[in-house]
């Protein structure tokens, strides 16, 4: 591991969905991340945490896959993931993949002890908040179940939004309750989820926002494509591209004219 200096090097776990969905959310993190102080690095060796093979039993590709995110991240004085679920799979849960490995599991704990999602890390770590940020708009949050109740991430995004020119934050009811989206849980029970998000989007609707932000991108394509379908005019970014300034562009599941539903990002159901 490096001697950390004024500059704390932090390796980027960008995540599945961003890379193929958003990359967006991962170019605003590690400019987040560089406005804070850090040297950042996206390690070319990665891939997935391991995730949707853990929630399947699959353990043995899971642990294949875990053994390699903590090879290429270990040499890191921290590693960021611009999600709560990726992050608390790799700090909560794959150390239950080496109970009976103990040189991995030391490992593993080095790395899940320096393993931060983003806006807890800016917050708690680096003691950052964003300035000549403006977003125009009236924004609620929606709060992730695995950053929510795995990290305890609640009052960092909201520190940080609330630090943005322009931005008036509004309350979501129910945004403590989970989206339906749940990774795997989506696909082995749709119809399940599509009432927990249709829900989800009445709140939306109550709250009289134009803009919903969330930490998780996950949470963010089931929202925002349940909001589309139902013609609800509602902006959708990761709270990420807000606070970097780089929410100018469409949200999720919007055209490059700023309405309808992009193709590719409709979230897990379609009615």
Known sequence: MSTQTSRPRVGLFVTCLVDAMRPSIGFATIKLLEAAGCEVEVPDAQTCCGQPAFNSGADGYARGIVKQVISAFEGYDYVVVPSGSCAGMLKVHSGDLFADAPDWAARHERLATKTHEIMSFLVDVMKFAPSDVRFEGTAAYHDSCSGLRELGIHAQPRALLDAVDGLKRVPLEGDNV???FGGTFCVKYPD??????????????RSGADTLLAGDL?????????????????????????????????????????????AGASGSQRT
Not at 192 to 205: F, G, L, P, Q, Y
Not at 225 to 250: I, T, W, Y
């Open 178 to 180: 989970c989206c339906g």
């Open 218 to 262: 996950g949470c963010l394509m089931n929202m925002a494509g349940k909001l589309s379908r139902n013609g609800q005019q509602v902006r959708v970014f990761h709270a990420v591209e807000v606070l970097a300034g780089m929410a100018d562009g469409p949200g999720l599941c919007q055209g490059e004219d700023g309405s309808g539903e992009a």
């Open 192 to 205: 399940i989820s599509n009432e927990i998000v249709a829900d989800k989007a009445r709140s939306v609707s």
